[in-house]
């Protein structure tokens, strides 16, 4: 990865881990991968929080570009690639810090702390953050396996939230706190400059997956011989990759597929809209990111990233799953004049701004961790939609 101008590598200390000293206060965010994809910028931009309520902030993940950022960052970093050297940070940061919160991402790596901490005289607090995934049994379900522990549950959307709760974990065990940006990246996003042309180039951000229902995209582009000429760019790798890459350049489309990119921003930058096609989608930080960019963002009707745009305001939706409406879709726009276009795009960059502003999101994730290290449960706000909370409630 690229280094950031202006920073410096810390050395590693006696513990092993990198970064400089630690404070009374820690707080270690454990990620499953190393790779910079929404969850893992999810867990800088949360560290970057905390660490402004006055905690010393540490990221373990595996060798990759997460730990790169955090390291220009400042946070602190624990590289691990087993359980052993979990193990060894999980004791390390108890022992560094009189109290401590730690973020876990997976079952295994919460029942892990959890043994450990019984060994722990000072006070700690344990978040298991649930960012959603492929599959639904290991996502949610295998949740519920946490319920003997005194762990709180994350959700970082309301989408989470309803499938957690359909997979039989309490609702009183779940709190939503909503992705966010953290402050240097959602600077350089509103820093773009806006756009005001025809629609020609379309992006796509995203994990090469079967669930994430790129094939919509593709046949969308299949049936609509007028969409032909668009550009489209593919940013992200995964198991269907090379046959889908295969199955664009079969069909003569001008679709290029990137494979995963650190230079999002430029991508962004040139583009004219984007468009999400996975309806399952726990959140959509790479939504919420190309709105701050002012970026018109085209999404599904379902899914966590149907409730980051307002339809015709900050953005547009098509019927999930359906390549002709998506086709539809794209045409309806490519019918607008360039400065309708131009409006979209500056409406949903003000609404990112203020939904996606890490103050907004980082006093909800320093309100649970207060609550937590005080002995005080967190106070459970139910899911947007509900007749107990407005929307800004739960998300702030």
């Given amino acids: 990865m690229p280094r950031i101008p202006g920073t410096i ?7 092993g881990a990198v970064g400089k000293p630690g404070g009374r206060d820690g707080a270690l965010y454990v990620s499953h991968s190393g790779r910079l994809y929404g969850t893992e910028r999810m867990a800088i ?5 905390l660490r402004s309520g006055g905690f010393d902030p540490a990221l373990c993940a595996p060798p990759g570009e997460a730990l790169e950022l955090a390291l220009a960052l ?4 624990h590289s691990f690639d087993g359980w052993a050297a979990l193990t060894h940070t999980f004791a390390t940061e108890l022992a560094r810090h009189e109290r401590l919160v730690t973020l876990t991402t997976s079952v295994r790596q919460a029942a892990l702390f959890e043994t450990l901490r019984v060994f722990r005289h000072g006070r700690t607090a344990h978040l298991h953050v649930v960012h959603g995934g492929v599959d639904e049994k290991g996502s949610y379900g295998h949740k519920r396996w946490l319920a003997g522990f005194p762990v709180r549950i994350v959700a970082v ?4 939230a309803s499938r957690l709760a359909a997979h039989g974990v309490p609702a009183t065990r779940i709190d939503v706190a909503e992705n966010f940006i953290y402050a240097e990246r959602l600077d350089a996003l509103c820093a773009l400059p806006l756009r005001e042309r025809p629609l ?10 079967s669930v994430k229902r790129l094939d919509v995209l593709l046949e969308a582009l299949r049936i609509e011989p007028r969409l032909a000429d668009l550009r489209i760019d593919v940013l992200g790798s995964g198991g269907l990759f090379h046959a889908l890459a295969a199955r664009a350049r079969d069909a003569g489309r001008r679709i290029h597929f990137h494979g995963f990119r650190l230079d999002v921003l430029e991508f962004l930058r040139r583009a004219d809209l984007l468009v999400h096609t996975c309806d399952t989608e726990p959140h959509g930080l790479g939504v919420a990111e190309a709105m701050a960019a002012g970026l018109p963002v085209l999404v599904p009707d379902q899914g966590g990233a149907a409730s980051l745009v307002e339809p015709g305001r900050t953005g547009m939706r098509f019927r999930s799953g359906d390549p002709r409406a998506l086709a539809n879709a794209i045409l309806e726009l490519r019918g607008r004049e360039p400065r309708w276009l131009h409006d979209l795009g500056v409406a949903a960059r003000h609404a990112a701004r203020e939904r996606f502003a890490p103050e907004n999101g980082g ?5 649970l961790v207060a ?3 005080s002995g005080t449960a967190p106070i459970h706000r139910p899911p947007i939609g509900s007749s107990s909370t407005s929307a800004h409630e739960a998300t702030t």
Wanted: aromatic share 6%.
């Fill in 74 to 77: 400042g946070i602190r970093t």
């Fill in 157 to 160: 959307s309301d989408y989470v």
């Fill in 45 to 49: 931009a949360t560290l970057e929080a």
């Fill in 363 to 367: 006093r909800r994730y320093r309100e």
């Fill in 9 to 15: 590598r810390s050395a590693t200390d006696a513990s």
């Fill in 200 to 209: 020609r180039r379309i992006v796509v951000v995203s994990r090469v997956e």
């Fill in 371 to 373: 609550r937590q290290l």
